[in-house]
């Protein structure tokens, strides 16, 4: 389903069919729509949230900044001014599958399967008497999200990383233990009149989600399609692509690379580098077909986890400041497959890569507007930040020692005056 971001959301009554719980697990497929999120109260784009106003608002999950290209993943238990988790990796603007797990002692965030950000708390998950708010948090809040929403799940139990990878791209059977909460979202017909379909069916039976302020006919405000989940109760097996490359500024040498995320302060694991898009591109007329977004570790290794392919697709790798980078050929995703662009120049399609060491290749630093090329327009937002002495996050560090300075100017000038580029089928 689709929320335009101004005023619609899916009231979920009873907590969404979560009982006041010392475990629980949250699921959903999400796709943020745009670089310009609704804000509200210091969040941005919330697809989720629970209030009561004059007394608590939680549940709080949304991004924080407006930017899913940039702007984190957030989650806030407990009130709105509550220490919050943020995840290490910016969503971009394509589909992520999101789980928020609640043990009794850990509240856990997953992206794509993948362990994302983890904070210690105390207390119960869930208060039947409240509705959850889906695609917005309203009340105090009053942010709403500009995105597409699919396959939401809610469960009393605390699903285990295996079982949230095992299930994640697919719809489930309401038998399920623990499944309180399984909303599809196939109930309209695509971009049509849906004006008479305004709840959100729970298969489970605990209660069906109001549609609020939605329009119910058109693109927006209304039942979508194009969604990453397989219909049908019957889970295929995901395809996992394990991916090595390096970034030609990261480089710090011995085949390793620099702890960006913790030199940035946003991280703080040391086998962290940054985070990467991962695209399956068809072979014949080069449409996206998949992506994901993924971390990839200081070594250059990160994981990708598909739905089953079991086809031939082109491999693009996108990164905030390299050069967009295809695989040479076609590569079969299948199962457990694998593609390692750092093991020669011909890895790359048009040998579009640079030798950081012998027998070592890494993608091109210096596109930090993502264009395409390394230019002028990379300087200019280069020059801002390093005369404004920016440190942190930012795109123009492109050696990732956390600070904007000449160090950084050096990748730029020496790919600028090669005409450097992606290099595309």
């Known amino acids: 389903m689709q ?18 719980s010392t475990t629980g697990t949250i699921e959903m497929w999400v796709k943020w729509n745009g670089t310009n999120q609704p804000s509200g109260f210091q969040s941005y784009g919330a697809i989720m949230g629970r209030q009561q106003n004059g007394v608590f608002s939680n549940y709080i999950l949304a991004l924080d900044g407006p930017d899913p290209n940039t702007a984190k993943i957030f989650w806030r238990p407990y009130y709105a001014m509550s220490n919050a988790f943020v995840s290490n990796i910016s969503p971009g603007n394509g589909w992520n599958h999101l789980a928020i797990v609640f043990d009794g002692a850990d509240h856990a965030l997953y992206i794509n399967g993948q362990l994302s950000a983890a904070i210690n708390t105390i207390g119960t998950f869930g208060n039947s008497t409240i509705p959850l708010t889906n695609g917005a948090w309203t009340g105090d809040g009053n942010c709403y999200a500009q995105c597409n929403i699919d396959e939401l799940r809610i469960w009393n139990t605390a699903r285990a990383q ?6 994640m791209n697919c719809e489930l059977l309401t038998s399920q233990n623990g499944l309180v909460g399984n909303y599809h979202f196939n109930q309209g017909f695509v971009n049509a009149n849906n004006a008479a379909i305004n709840t959100l069916v729970n298969a489970t039976g605990n209660g069906d989600g109001n549609l609020m302020n939605f329009t119910l006919s058109g693109a927006s405000s209304n ?27 990261y480089y710090s040498g011995s085949g390793m690379m620099n702890p960006v995320l913790m030199n940035q302060g946003i991280g703080m694991n040391l086998n962290d580098c940054d985070s990467i898009e991962v695209e399956l591109r068809d072979p014949n007329n080069f449409n996206l ?3 994901v977004k993924t971390l990839m570790q200081t070594d250059g290794t990160a994981t990708c986890l598909f ?27 299948s199962g457990n497959s694998n593609y390692y662009f750092t093991t020669a120049l011909s890895q790359a399609y048009g040998s579009n890569q640079v030798q950081v060491e012998n027998g070592i290749w890494a993608l091109y630093s210096g596109d930090i507007n993502q264009d395409g090329v390394v230019d002028g327009i990379d300087y200019n937002d280069w020059e801002n930040d390093s005369n404004n002495f920016a440190g942190g996050y930012f795109s123009t560090d492109l050696n990732g020692d956390g600070i904007v300075d000449g160090l950084d100017f050096i990748y730029w000038e020496q ?3 090669n005409f450097v580029g992606a290099v595309v089928p």
Not at 242 to 248: A, G, L, P, R, T
Not at 312 to 321: A, L, P, S, W
Not at 322 to 332: C, F, I, L, R
């Open 3 to 20: 929320f335009d971001g101004v005023n619609d959301y899916v009231s979920l009554p009873n907590g969404g069919g979560i009982n006041a």
């Open 289 to 291: 077909v998949s992506a």
């Open 415 to 417: 790919n600028s005056n």
């Open 307 to 333: 739905p089953s392919m079991n086809n031939t697709f082109y491999v693009v790798i996108k990164h905030r400041n390299s050069v967009e980078t295809w695989s040479s050929n076609p590569v079969m995703i």
């Open 223 to 249: 039942w979508v399609g194009n969604s990453p989940i397989i219909t049908g109760v019957s889970c295929l097996s995901n395809d996992t692509l394990f991916v090595k490359i390096m970034i030609e500024g």
């Open 162 to 167: 295996n079982d949230i990878q095992s299930t």
